[in-house]
């Protein structure tokens, strides 16, 4: 027997489908709905679709407040005095979801770059759902001295190569929002940050990451490096990841595990004045490139490596040149 032929069952899904509905007024079902459609990218349905927005009972407004609250990402960049250029990198295809005000204007600029005599100090870029990788977003853009990522709720970024490559005057980093749950690539993440003093990646989800080479290579200026909770359990290549970092002191990486990486090459070279390198953990059983792997380390003299083996490495050339005495036999004894 269907339903139109029985009255009661007929009344029930009625009141079932009611109070569904009444519910959705609820903040809390909202938001649910909202998560939803922004993980399966089909928030910009309720946007365009007013039957939908009436049966949720939502309008455009809720649609861009909480799109701007929960999944976008907002983005504040302070540009360096006296400079006027690209202050970020954007295609064609996404320029539509890439939203620029300078300073505290409500009006949105359609540009990425800073003119002469324009005397803009503070940035605000809000990134829309659909875009997917930061790959290069921020690549040479030299005229920017702060960023600063405000929000950042979204899981869907899967790329993050050469994020702030060639930001060579870029003295604060704030990543303490940062979301890396699902990214796969770190290759030259912050080469040639050459202002930068301090980073602290400690929030950084890197369960999913495989490459992290050239990740800091050439931040010569880098003085603390906070890589705590780094998860390196899948990664394969680690090649000049901190090469040229000739500030850097002290580097502990005692919570890395290398049982899945095979090219080391370069990875300390240039590390002038590392004195203290913890890496208890090393399982280099895979690795077959120690090229210059610790090339120029000229002050380290220890090495905390109890598990270290060059037995499968088929290049080691170079991979101590240029270090102390005390090294050298520490590894060869």
């Known amino acids: 027997m269907n339903s139109k032929n029985n009255p009661k069952k007929e009344k029930s899904e009625q009141t079932k489908s009611k109070f569904y509905f009444d519910n959705l007024k609820s903040t809390i079902i909202i938001k649910k709905i909202f998560s939803y459609m922004v993980q399966h990218k089909s928030l910009e349905i309720i946007k365009i679709n007013k039957k939908i927005q009436k049966r949720l009972n939502l309008n455009f407004n809720d649609y861009k407040n909480y799109s701007e609250l929960k999944s976008s990402i907002e983005v504040e960049l302070i540009p360096c005095e006296n400079k006027y250029d690209k202050f970020i990198n954007i295609s064609e295809e996404d320029k539509e979801y890439y939203h620029i005000y300078f300073d505290n204007s409500k009006e949105e600029v359609k540009r990425n770059k800073l003119k002469d005599n324009e005397n803009v100090k503070m940035i605000k870029i809000i990134i829309d759902y659909q875009v997917k990788s930061f790959k290069d977003i921020f690549a040479d853009c030299n005229c920017i001295s702060s960023i600063f990522f405000k929000?950042?709720?979204?899981?869907?970024?899967?790329?993050?190569s050469g994020m702030f490559f060639g930001c060579s005057s870029l003295k604060e980093l704030n990543l303490s929002n940062?979301?890396?749950?699902?990214?796969?690539?770190m290759s030259n993440m912050f080469i040639n940050c050459s202002s930068i003093q301090h980073l602290n990646l400690s929030n950084f989800n890197t369960n999913n990451v495989t490459d992290m080479s050239n990740m800091f290579c050439w931040c010569s200026s880098l003085k603390e490096l906070n890589l705590s909770n780094f998860n390196t359990n899948n990664v394969i290549d680690m090649s000049f990841m901190f090469f040229e970092c000739s500030s850097l002191k002290e580097l502990n990486l005692s919570n890395f595990n290398t049982n899945n990486v095979i090219n080391m090459k370069g990875m300390f070279g240039g590390c002038s004045s590392l004195q203290k390198l913890s890496i208890p953990n090393f399982n280099t059983k895979k690795?077959?490139?120690?090229?210059?792997?610790f090339y120029g380390c000229s002050l380290l003299?220890?090495?905390?490596?109890?598990?270290?083996?060059i037995d499968n490495a088929y290049d080691i050339e170079g991979?101590?040149?240029?270090?102390?005495?005390?090294l050298k036999k520490e590894i060869y004894a």
């Open 319 to 326: 991979m101590f040149y240029e270090c102390a005495d005390e």
């Open 301 to 309: 003299k220890e090495l905390s490596a109890s598990n270290f083996n």
């Open 287 to 293: 690795v077959n490139n120690m090229n210059n792997m």
């Open 151 to 160: 929000k950042f709720y979204r899981i869907n970024i899967i790329n993050m």
């Open 178 to 185: 940062f979301n890396t749950n699902n990214v796969t690539d």
